[in-house]
């Protein structure tokens, strides 16, 4: 039972890496060409969309001033309170997911820096406190 599964889910596999065209469907001969690959700023907002189809390109022009309206925001509610993740998601109604990734960026910018002090949040969890950059 076990073998069927695992030669299926090969079968499938390979399949895809066919569709692919990926070099890794040569299994396990040696790769005669080199792939560049490019890798993307997560930060950057401004990067091409992935696949270059007119849907993605529309897609990354809808979303991409909201990326930046939620990073304002959550720098515009720190500037006011050193803040913890949980609060400023509470206070902006806002996945906390969102607002991590916000904080995360704001961070790499130099904006806002944890502050050193620790609360709690309503899970009993500690929780870095992020102020502005001083």
């Given at each position: 039972?076990?073998?069927?599964?695992?030669?299926?889910?090969?079968?499938?596999f390979?399949?895809?890496?066919?569709?692919?065209?990926?070099?890794?469907?040569?299994?396990?001969?040696?790769?005669?060409?080199?792939?560049?690959?490019?890798?993307?700023?997560?930060?950057?907002?401004?990067?091409?969309?992935?696949?270059?189809?007119?849907?993605?390109?529309?897609?990354?022009?809808?979303?991409?001033?909201?990326?930046?309206?939620?990073?304002?925001?959550?720098?515009?509610?720190?500037?006011?309170?050193?803040?913890?993740?949980?609060?400023i998601?509470?206070?902006?109604?806002?996945?906390?997911?969102?607002?991590?990734?916000?904080?995360?960026?704001?961070?790499?910018?130099?904006l806002?820096?944890?502050?050193?002090t620790?609360?709690?949040?309503?899970?009993?969890?500690?929780?870095?406190?992020?102020?502005?950059?001083?």
């Amino acid at each position: 039972m076990l073998e069927r599964i695992v030669e299926r889910l090969s079968i499938y596999f390979i399949s895809i890496l066919r569709l692919t065209q990926s070099p890794l469907s040569t299994l396990g001969r040696p790769l005669t060409g080199r792939i560049e690959m490019k890798q993307l700023d997560i930060f950057d907002t401004d990067y091409e969309s992935c696949n270059y189809t007119k849907t993605s390109q529309e897609a990354l022009a809808t979303i991409k001033p909201k990326i930046k309206t939620k990073r304002e925001q959550v720098y515009d509610l720190i500037k006011l309170n050193a803040l913890t993740n949980y609060e400023i998601a509470d206070e902006l109604d806002m996945p906390l997911s969102s607002v991590t990734a916000r904080c995360r960026e704001l961070q790499v910018l130099n904006l806002v820096e944890d502050s050193g002090t620790r609360r709690k949040t309503k899970y009993g969890k500690q929780a870095i406190v992020w102020q502005r950059r001083k």
